[in-house]
Nanobody, 124 residues
């Protein structure tokens, strides 16, 4: 059974950086689209970034372009999200997700596997 485990969340001040990690098991990593999503209190879960393992195609939400970078280590079956210049509006629970096949954007509805999330809090 596919398992996704996030780590690396925490509390930082605005302008700071964090790196999230997602360890994936029981999936053929280079045949999956992997993604990061986030959900703030009272808001819907939204796509942050996705990456297709084999081709490396990436998609980013406009709100994080230029500040966040998604990457992966195929040998370790680990997905990363490097977050810089963090803003208070980035505060949310961040989730790792996976779906078989290529990535076509940030639509959370097509992702079938989810982690339990890691909290990111950015203070002003």
């Amino acid at each position: 059974q596919v398992q996704l485990v996030e780590s690396g969340g925490g509390s930082v001040q605005a302008g700071g950086s964090l790196r999230l990690s997602c360890s994936a098991s029981a999936l053929t990593y280079n045949r999956y689209c992997m993604g990061w999503f986030r959900q703030a209190p009272g808001k819907e879960r939204e796509g942050v970034a996705t990456i297709y393992a084999t081709g490396g195609n990436t998609y980013y939400a406009d709100s994080v372009k230029g500040r966040f970078t998604v990457s992966q280590d195929n040998a370790k079956n680990t997905l990363y999200l490097q977050m810089t210049s963090l803003k208070p509006e980035d505060t949310a629970m961040y989730y790792c997700a996976a779906r078989g096949g290529n990535c076509y954007g940030l639509d959370r509805a097509v992702f079938g596997y989810w982690g339990h999330g890691t909290q990111v809090t950015v203070s002003s």
